[in-house]
């Protein structure tokens, strides 16, 4: 009894604990979590800096986000020796899923089954000396069209088309890190425009080589780049180009169609700034649009009598007209083709609360977030905070700011009777919302944007019969005497578009007859 309880505490000392099974089981569910420490514990030897070279290899060579590793069958080869075959399946960054089969060599170790560990069994091709890398062969960049399906990111179209779709530029560190592991330094990539913001629709997915130093492991199948259509109308596009070309001043003009609010033509005469997207310039008197629909919501109609005197104090701001001009009693169609200051400051205090001025503003495009395809920067109109702000704000004036794109969209909003967030790309998902008018105001304001070009302060530009406008004439800068910004914003058809001359002058003399030559040429 004695002898037999001797020989079985020897036996329990001698005897190997665990299975080979169980040790690789534990070795792949850690490397599928990425348990570094965790794989450590099941090697037979302490590792080396080796170790984590070699499965650097996936994570820092190939830029796999995860690894995920099913075990197989394992098999015992006698003299305390196994080996477990796995499948692993790494998800490469911005390429796509790479699986590939190994095996773990186990042995026994301090009477435990361990990971007789070698770089091999990260991937069967890795032996200490070579590398993992990727190779990768990119298709023929797709094409950015108008809507017709003509290309136009050649250099055979104007300047400010160039401006919109962008260029070809070698990529750098950061654009690498941003776009993914794909691609390299000095790689053509999209640098401003709609080439940088679609830069991989249009690039595509390369076709990719998993390589161990010269040979290619597995190859990655990729895809064309998917062509990009815009808005752009380049009848409409060529015919404000030339409108703009011989303005002295920086001269913009957007183009939008009211039905769609698709963007149809976006120019500027002077390259660099993009003013036509991202101007911030006071409105002047085209927001006497915004302003008159806030008025005939709240019951103003367009036979009221009111005043138009030479000047009027609202809340100590004193207000006068252009040119200092009065026209006595008239109707609030004729105040608004004449653009009257001193008809809309009262007007606005009688009528309009700050904040029903400010609701109104953003349901017409104002304090909205835009998505039209590039960068574009959104118009602003704060509330007001005192009769005297609240006044300057009637007439365009005070702190708000926008852009030709966003006078267009108002434009716009009064023919088509909705405010449609504009767009250059078809189908873009957007931020804002359509806006419809209160019923009735887009017919009644219609002739008084009419009646700017028959009888008010456009009718001398020449704009075709159709025509419906509004000028604007936007003082900026400081001293005794300042400089103002040239405007006007209409539509015909279903056309409409905004104009600004920076630092022009008057809207009926500089900016109206931009528009006339641009709608006298279509």
């Given amino acids: 009894m004695v002898a037999g309880g001797a020989g079985g505490g020897a036996y329990y000392l001698l005897h190997t604990r665990g299975t080979p099974q169980e040790t690789a089981q534990r070795f792949a569910a850690a490397w599928t979590k990425g348990d570094m420490t965790a794989l450590k514990a099941e090697l037979a030897a302490p590792p080396t800096g080796e170790f984590d070279a070699a499965y650097a290899e996936l994570t820092k060579n190939l830029n796999a986000t995860g690894v995920t590793v099913k075990l197989g069958q394992v098999t015992e080869t006698g003299d305390d020796k196994a080996t477990a075959a796995y499948t692993a399946t790494a998800a490469l960054k911005n390429i796509g899923d790479w699986t590939y089969t190994g095996s773990l060599d186990l042995t026994v170790a301090d009477r435990h089954w361990k990971v007789d560990w070698s770089p091999a069994a990260v991937h069967p091709s890795l032996n200490g000396t070579n590398h993992l890398k990727l190779k990768t062969t990119w298709p023929s960049r797709a094409s950015v069209t108008d809507a017709a399906g003509a290309r136009i990111d050649g250099t055979d179209v104007g300047g400010s088309v160039q ?120 409105p002047g008197s085209t927001f006497k649009t915004v302003t008159a629909v806030g008025l005939l919501t709240a019951g103003v109609t367009t036979a009221d ?131 419809p008018l209160p019923d009735g105001v887009a017919e009644q304001l219609r002739p008084m944007m009419r009646a700017v070009v028959t009888k008010g302060t456009a009718q001398a530009a020449g704009l075709p019969s159709g025509t419906y406008g509004k000028t604007g004439t936007a003082e900026f800068g400081t001293g005794p005497v300042l400089e103002s910004h040239a405007w006007f914003h209409g539509y015909l058809g279903d056309l409409a578009f905004a104009v600004v001359v920076e630092g022009g002058g008057g809207g009926g003399k500089i900016a109206a007859p931009v528009a006339a030559r641009f709608l006298n040429a279509l």
């Fill in 163 to 282: 401006q919109l779709v962008g260029y070809l530029d070698k990529a750098t560190d950061k654009d690498v890190k941003k776009l993914g592991p794909a691609y390299r330094q000095g790689q053509a990539v999209g640098r401003g425009g709609l080439q940088e913001t679609f830069q991989k629709r249009l690039a595509g997915t390369p076709t990719t080589e998993v390589m161990a130093g010269d040979d290619s492991l597995a190859t990655i199948e990729g895809s064309d780049g998917e062509a990009l259509a815009t808005t752009l109308d380049m009848r409409i596009q060529q015919a404000a180009a030339n409108a703009v070309r011989d303005m002295e001043k920086p001269t913009s003009m957007v183009a939008i169609r009211p039905s769609t609010g698709e963007i149809l033509a976006v120019v500027n005469n002077q390259g660099g700034f993009n003013r036509a997207l991202d101007g911030r310039y006071a």
């Fill in 305 to 435: 009598q009111v005043t138009c005197p030479k000047d009027v104090n609202v809340g100590g701001l004193k207000i006068r007209n252009s040119d200092h001009a009065a026209y006595g009693t008239v109707s609030f169609l004729d105040a608004y083709a004449h653009s009257c200051n001193t008809t809309f400051a009262p007007l606005t205090k009688q009528h309009l609360s700050a904040k029903a001025l400010y609701d109104t503003a953003t349901a017409l495009g104002f304090n909205q977030p835009l998505n039209i395809g590039v960068p574009a920067t959104k118009a602003s109109f704060p509330r007001a905070t005192s009769d005297a702000e609240l006044a300057a704000e009637s007439f365009g004036q005070a702190k708000i700011t926008a852009s030709p794109l966003i006078m267009a969209s108002v434009a716009a909003a009064i023919a088509d009777g909705s405010w449609r967030p504009p767009t250059l790309i078809p189908n873009l998902k957007q931020k804002a919302t359509q806006q």
